[in-house]
């Protein structure tokens, strides 16, 4: 680990009845990067960002997040501690507006208090409406500003995922991480998404980002992991992982490249 690794590995594994879907993985993310984690289905890149986040309990190695040990922490802890997460599956609130649904995750920020909350004091009220205008920045952030007050469940696909991301920055993390973020979309939506990603590391978060879309991950990464059968088989800049032996193995073994869409 150097000073400027922000989120570390240290030989993780997570070990399900038997079968190693993490084998002592270990991973620095640098501060301020745009990182990747590649690898066929089933390699095991979900469950790494279940095991950092505190998700599953890892049956070996540690985990860091700027020096300080989060191996044991569960995921309400690591999120305020300032790693926050998109899912692969999407768990938005259905019922609640998209202002609602990013308020939950501006709640840790209420200064004021479960006390003032009750009393409804005037600290809590100028509170609320900071939040407020946090929240509707994040959603113009997104680009769903103008459907800051209809209900979550009456998104499309690739707005929801927008959503989630929303959520996630409610945190106001340092490192943020993103489960396949442009699965299912479709060329125009992939585009705004990596200007996203871009942008969110422009405001000073490290990024780090599991996709299969080659035309994404190739563009945007600093550095990309590869992860295989739950073992890290490569690691490098994007033309060097593209033209690594040991990756385009893996690929054809399981999948391709540049799987279709
Ligand atoms: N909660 C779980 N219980 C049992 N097995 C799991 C669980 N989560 C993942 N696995 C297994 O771990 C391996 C890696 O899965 P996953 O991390 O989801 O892969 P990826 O995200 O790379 O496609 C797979 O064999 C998967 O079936
Ligand atoms: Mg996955």
Redesign the pocket.
């Known amino acids: 680990m150097t000073a400027s690794d922000i989120l570390t590995t240290d030989s993780l594994s997570?070990t399900?009845?038997g079968?190693k879907?993490?084998a002592g993985v270990s991973i620095s993310v640098r501060q301020g990067e745009i990182l990747s984690i590649i690898?066929?289905?089933?390699?095991?890149?979900?469950?790494?960002?279940?095991a950092v986040t505190g998700a599953?309990a890892p049956t070996g190695g540690r985990v860091f997040l700027s020096g300080r040990e989060i191996t044991d922490m569960g995921p309400d802890q690591v999120a305020r501690l300032g790693l926050a997460r998109s899912f692969?599956n999407l768990k938005p609130f259905a019922e609640m507006t998209l202002l609602e649904n990013v308020l939950v995750g501006r709640e840790i920020h209420m200064a004021s208090g479960m006390l003032a909350a009750i009393l409804r004091s005037p600290a809590f009220h100028r509170d609320e409406a900071a939040q407020k205008q946090r929240a509707r920045e994040l959603l113009s952030f997104v680009g769903l500003e103008q459907r800051r007050d209809q209900l979550a469940r009456n998104l499309t696909y690739g707005e929801r995922k927008m959503l989630e991301i929303a959520r996630a920055l409610a945190l106001e993390p340092s490192v943020l991480l993103l489960?396949e973020p442009v699965a299912g979309m479709n060329p125009t939506e992939t585009g705004f998404v990596m200007e996203l990603v871009q942008n969110i590391r422009r405001q000073g978060i490290t990024v780090v980002i599991?996709e299969h879309d080659m035309k994404m991950v190739m563009g945007i990464s600093d550095r990309i992991y590869v992860?295989d059968h739950?073992e890290l088989i490569a690691e490098g800049l994007p033309h060097e992982v593209r033209a690594n032996p040991a990756v385009i193995e893996a690929y054809l073994g399981g999948g391709t490249l540049a799987p279709a869409h």
Request: aromatic share 16%; charged share 10%; hydrophobic share 40%.
């Open positions: 997570v399900f009845g079968v879907a993490l690898g066929p289905n089933g390699a095991g890149k979900t469950t790494f960002f279940n599953y692969q489960d599991i992860l739950g």
